[in-house]
């Protein structure tokens, strides 16, 4: 495999390492003053600069995954490998404290979970050394030059698995086309999601003989089990009888919020006990959203707030919470199967979308806005597949929810279609693993031979 030596690196790389301290630099100070509050903080910054805890594993497997959505589809791959390889050591890293959480409580087949440190050659450097890894997988589209540099170097494969590339993404690398058509010159594989995905990275560099197409892996993501008990636990939890039209907003953004909250106004004034369960993205922007709630002058309570609250016993209007705001994190997926409807956030607003995947395994019928381009090919098959309704904005929101909500078949029907839609496309994990199993026998047929 043809790779640049330190010295013939591009002015590109100089400037892009020249960037990093920079930053640091910067940041350092609010980074420091934090950690004076808060001691976790500390470690986390240590561990972004380079500084890593005693790793635990030898020639483990590496295996990189952003942040919340990269780690649930990184889960059932880990566990296949665990499986049939079950000496395999396997070190987890993430870009974000919520992605690093999420492993940590679902992927305990994961031996050591770290924080990504700042992509410098000094850091990396470091990592690389001390975690010496047999192989790394990167989930998705996590291009780290130096991290893909340094590994190259030392000969250690790289498989960028359930790899997507979205359009805004894609205008954006081939502004840098050349800087990144040498790192992914180390790459050995690349295993995308879709042909278009496939397109997209050979266009930006990538042999197209190391690319496959083998679908999304988050089609085969762990569901839970909820049963008609759990769910009237859950509804209990919630202070709800179990009989109210419940509207669910999951992973919300700001522009979002608003919408949903004037919305929610208008149609308890036909449908007064529609409940609205607001899951914002970010639970840091939880007192943004109550504020919202108070200008509005609308009933809410936050969901770790709620006590045994009698709601069968108070059917009049105006009595107990018109919103139930989500303040937990892990609790989404679940509290899904409650829903009367479900509305993908981060769509009426051009965020991307979120996924749309997890209502449809309790056959909910689900919506979503126009822009929803991180999931571009899931989005448009599941609209054909008539699994899910797309709104063009507010008033089209607005006219969807008002129908739905007063047909019970027209919901069931599109909750069904999402359904089969969703187990004709699983099966992505055994393909992938297939794809990687070579890679993993040479890594542990090396490591038995130290």
């Not at 002015?11 to 892009?16: A, V």
């Not at 502004?175 to 042909?195: G, V």
Request: positive net charge; charged residues 25%; aromatic residues 8%.
């Amino acid at each position: 495999m043809a790779r640049l030596r330190d010295e013939e690196a591009p002015m590109s790389y100089l400037i892009y390492n020249a960037l990093s301290p920079c930053f640091l630099i910067f940041s350092a100070p609010y980074f420091l003053l934090r950690s004076l509050a808060q001691r976790h903080l500390r470690k986390e910054f240590l561990q972004r600069i380079g500084c890593l805890p005693k790793i635990s594993t030898r020639r483990p497997v590496w295996v990189h995954a952003a942040s919340v959505g990269e780690v649930f589809c990184s889960i059932p791959l880990v566990r296949r490998i665990r499986r049939e390889f079950p000496h395999c050591e396997i070190v987890l890293t993430t870009m974000t404290r919520t992605g690093s959480g999420t492993a940590q409580k679902h992927l305990p087949e994961a031996d050591q979970v770290l924080l990504f440190p700042i992509d410098h050659p000094l850091t990396i450097r470091k990592w690389v050394s001390k975690i010496n890894p047999v192989l790394l997988m990167i989930a998705e589209t996590e291009l780290w030059p130096n991290l893909l540099r340094r590994c190259g170097k030392r000969g250690i494969p790289i498989i960028l698995f359930n790899g997507r590339i979205s359009q805004k993404s894609f205008r954006n690398y081939l502004l840098l086309k050349s800087f990144f058509r040498n790192c992914l010159k180390e790459i050995s594989l690349f295993l995308m999601q879709t042909e278009q995905d496939r397109t997209r990275i050979i266009a930006m560099g990538a042999r197209s003989d190391r690319t496959r197409v083998l679908g999304n892996l988050k089609f085969d993501q762990s569901f839970p089990s909820v049963t008609h008990e759990t769910m009237a636990e859950m509804a209990k939890s919630l202070g709800l009888g179990g009989k109210e039209p419940i509207l669910i907003a999951g992973s919300t953004h700001p522009g979002e919020e608003e919408t949903l909250l004037s919305l929610l106004k208008e149609m308890r004034k036909d449908a007064p006990p529609l409940i609205l369960l607001l899951a914002p993205r970010h639970l840091d922007r939880l007192g943004e959203v109550e504020k919202l709630l108070e200008k509005e002058s609308i009933p809410w309570i936050r969901k770790t707030s709620l006590t045994a609250v009698d709601r069968p016993g108070q059917e009049e209007r105006g009595k107990g919470p018109e919103v139930i705001l989500l303040d937990t994190m892990g609790e989404l997926m679940k509290l899904y199967s409650l829903g009367t409807l479900v509305f993908v956030g981060g769509s009426l607003v051009p965020v991307g979308g979120h996924n749309p995947l997890e209502p449809l395994f309790f056959k909910k019928c689900v919506l979503f806005g126009p822009h929803m381009f991180n999931f571009s090919e899931i989005a448009r098959s599941l609209i054909e597949a008539g699994g899910a309704v797309q709104v063009r904005g507010r008033e089209d929101l607005f006219l969807h929810l008002k129908r739905l909500l007063s047909d019970e078949g027209a919901r069931d029907e599109i909750g069904q279609k999402g359904y089969q839609f969703l187990q004709k496309h699983r099966g992505a994990t055994e393909k992938t693993f297939e794809e990687i199993r070579p890679f993993l026998e040479k890594g542990w047929d090396a490591r038995t031979m130290e």
